[in-house]
């Protein structure tokens, strides 16, 4: 049945097309089973489900001790269980044309998951098997600390990545989710770290305390909750999100070079902590403002930077890493390294006068159309809206949010949209990183 992936993308945009407009929170079933929070929804697609899930065993959950271990765990879930090895999960998931992957972010542990209706009760059945009994086998440790390790090392020649680490290391404190361990202690960490300890992670972390499970598509809620029943019954454990203290703002611009010889590229970050939440007051204003400053052809950046000085491969603003804690706001963009120093001059520019300036009436009118669009889009595939109800649950707002998207962007005035861009974010404040081939910069 694997000739079928290829088609699943030809009903994608119907599978939810009638749930969108007919409304999410009312199509939407949601339920407490064996401790997980459970939203399945119908739509108009025929055979395909899409399942999406966290659970809160991300990166931040490791601890000072081996910051490794989330990613370790995450990456034994596959190799196998303590009823069939990996190549018989491969076998009955091949021959399903079903999917299922694990990985890892800064807050937590993501399941993503397609398979055809006849399949389900299979795959949510593995989808237990995987979390709940690893096998932990000695041989596919050793071999994943090999390949973990080996992909950080070649992480480190990405400019991207570079300055990414760089970045989220300056603008978050200690002790914050979304800071992120240097690499070389992230090398260290895989390196030291035992199976005993993963096993420990695993045992503290995984359980159905705040896991979220989102199922999309040609199903049955009744049934869904049964097959849930079922696989999970008697699982415990886990625990809620940390919710800690909130990133703190810079008392003065920083800047950090990351040299890496011979890129044909510098990367550049620049920007700051929001001190806000997705959903939060201020955060949709500042996401309206920011996209007119940067999101896409149409935003400034790209407008005057690369179009009209031609200074740029790309550029773009935008805010992340806000869904379960407060994020942060930023320019990424690509210079020639014999064009960095002018396009930095150049991108200061459309900064300061975007922030100092605010945006127009027209730019709000333009963008909201865009927001609400983009945003309806995503919900016409069963992944773009398993993915959307997933974020609404993970941000701790209402299902309804998402039918009232559209409204509250509309809502927006331009006196809320620039109010927030100086209330939040300070030019003279913000920490700039550059990693690649920086002229006059050596390796430290």
């Not at 389900?120 to 600390?145: C, D, W």
């Not at 902590?273 to 955060?283: I, K, N, S, V």
Request: aromatic fraction near 6%; include cysteine.
């Amino acid at each position: 049945m694997k000739h079928l992936l290829p088609l699943l993308t030809l009903t994608f945009t119907l599978a939810s097309a009638t749930a969108a407009l007919a409304g999410v929170a009312d199509n939407a079933v949601r339920q407490k089973i064996n401790g997980l929070d459970v939203v399945s929804i119908k739509t108009g697609v025929k055979d395909v489900v899409t399942i999406r899930g966290t659970l809160a065993a991300g990166d931040s959950r490791s601890p000072d001790s081996n910051v490794a271990l989330a990613d370790l765990a995450a990456g034994l879930l596959d190799k196998g269980t303590t009823t069939r090895d990996k190549f018989a999960i491969a076998k009955v998931l091949g021959d399903a044309g079903a999917t299922i992957n694990f990985g890892t972010n800064a807050s937590a542990l993501n399941i993503n998951a397609k398979c055809l209706r006849a399949d389900l009760p299979m795959v949510l059945g593995l989808i237990a098997e995987q979390l709940r009994t690893p096998a932990f086998s000695p041989e596919e440790f050793a071999k994943l600390k090999k390949q973990v390790a080996g992909l950080m090392k070649r992480s480190l020649e990405d400019t991207d990545f570079r300055a990414n680490t760089s970045y989220v290391r300056a603008v978050y404190p200690l002790g914050h989710p979304n800071r992120d361990a240097s690499p070389e202690e992230y090398l260290a960490a895989v390196d030291k770290a035992t199976l005993d300890e993963v096993k420990a992670f695993h045992k503290e972390f995984y359980g159905p305390a705040a896991m979220k499970l989102v199922i999309v598509g040609d199903v049955d809620s009744a049934a869904v909750s049964a097959e849930l029943g079922k696989v999970f019954a008697g699982w415990t454990g886990g625990s809620a999100q940390a919710r800690p203290a909130r990133a703190g703002h810079v008392d003065a611009a920083r800047e950090q070079d990351v040299f890496m010889a011979d890129k044909t590229n510098v990367t550049l970050l620049w920007g700051q902590a929001t001190q806000l939440r997705y959903g939060e007051p201020d955060a949709l204003a500042l996401r309206l403002g920011t996209a007119a400053l940067g999101s896409g052809f149409t935003g400034r950046l790209m407008a005057n930077v690369r179009d009209k000085e031609g200074l740029t491969y790309g550029i773009g603003s935008f805010i992340s890493n806000d869904t379960f804690v407060d994020g942060d706001w930023r320019i990424s963009a690509n210079f020639a390294p014999d064009l960095l120093s002018k396009g930095i001059a150049s991108t200061k520019r459309q900064l300061t006068e975007w922030h100092d300036k605010g945006i127009t009436a027209h730019e709000l009118e333009s963008n909201k159309g865009k927001f609400v669009g983009s945003f309806k889009l995503g919900l016409s595939t069963t992944g773009g809206m398993a993915g959307q109800i997933l974020n609404t649950l993970n941000r701790d707002l209402p299902l309804s949010f998402i039918d009232e998207f559209g409204g509250k962007i509309n809502a927006l005035t331009l006196e809320q949209v620039n109010g927030s861009i100086k209330k939040h974010l300070n030019p003279e404040a913000m920490i700039m990183i550059k990693a690649g081939t920086i002229p006059g910069a050596v390796t430290k």
